[in-house]
């Protein structure tokens, strides 16, 4: 399956201030929360109830059911800083060893194949080319700054049908707490 059969997601690792970048790389995951309540659709009702904007949930809705395993992910910092980019491996599951990464519940997990990185020096774009908001939101052709991300993915000439294997995920929350080397 080439890129152009595949959709492309943006998906956030916090902010310049406080940021999971290390850990979605070294776990070969992508994260999003609040996870406290447990695993997605099951407890979106107490989602609900506990105050959590319907904006939120569909994004929780959208990581945990519209994104499929195959499809391409770029992980980004800010609105211009895209740091790894790989290819959804699997379903979505829930794990709670994810429950405090620099403060924030973030168990809700997708397995990635990361196929380029480069958190010591990611690729800048003009700032507001990565789309700022939700956690997880799908890239579309020809809308915003889209196509300019879209365009360096191709030129990256990754392959998209390759499967390294994934690491085991955490066994504990005390595990997250190793850090990669840079």
Known sequence: MSLYERKIW??????????????CLKWGVILNGPGRFGKWPDH???????GVSSKKRTDI????????DGDIVVLRLG?????????????????????DIDGWDLQHVRRVNWLWTSSEKPKKF???????GDTTQLLTANINK????IEW???????????NELRDLPSSSQDLSVKIEE
Do not use: P
């Open 79 to 99: 609105t211009n800083l895209c740091v790894a980019v790989g290819k959804i491996v699997g379903n979505y599951e829930w794990n709670e060893n994810f429950g």
């Open 61 to 68: 809705k959208r990581f945990a059911e519209v994104m499929k």
């Open 153 to 163: 993915i191709k030129s990256l000439n990754l392959d998209f049908n390759k499967a």
């Open 44 to 50: 979106k009702e107490d989602m609900k109830n506990s």
């Open 126 to 132: 003009e700032t507001h080319t990565l789309k700022q």
């Open 10 to 23: 943006q998906q956030a690792a916090g902010d310049k201030d406080r940021n999971y970048v290390q850990t």
């Open 146 to 149: 889209a196509d300019l991300i």
